[in-house]
Nanobody, 125 residues
Framework: QLQLVESGGGLVQPGGSLRLSCTAS????????IGWFRQAPGKEREWVSC????????NYTDSVKGRFTISRDKAKNTGYLQMNSLKPEDAATYYC??????????????????WGQGTQVTVSS
């Protein structure tokens, strides 16, 4: 079964950090770009960040620039999202996804073929 599994979510205080992981099962992530998306209750899903197949091209939505870092480890078949200086408005369910489309200039969710089940991030004091 081909699937992505996210982990690393949880409850954190404002200003805290979390690292999300996205591990592929049943297929190799190597030929895929990876994207992270989030959806807060009552809001539409939004793109957060994406990383190219080689890992040398990265894009972030403006609200997370300078706080979040996306990366990938092909040997571990895993992608990561390091989230620092978390704010209450970052609270959401975070999803990772994979696409064979190589560009990361834009990262529309419609391009992504594989999706994880999501991991909850709560930012509260």
């Amino acid at each position: 079964q081909l699937q992505l599994v996210e982990s690393g979510g949880g409850l954190v205080q404002p200003g805290g950090s979390l690292r999300l992981s996205c591990t592929a099962s049943g297929f190799s992530l190597s030929p895929y770009a990876i994207g992270w998306f989030r959806q807060a209750p009552g809001k539409e899903r939004e793109w957060v960040s994406c990383i190219s197949v080689s890992g040398d091209r990265i894009n972030y939505t403006d609200s997370v620039k300078g706080r979040f870092t996306i990366s990938r480890d092909k040997a571990k078949n895993t992608g990561y999202l390091q989230m620092n200086s978390l704010k209450p408005e970052d609270a959401a369910t975070y999803y990772c996804a994979a696409t064979p489309v190589g560009t990361v200039t834009v990262c529309p969710s419609a391009w992504y073929n594989y999706w994880g089940q999501g991991t909850q991030v709560t930012v509260s004091s």
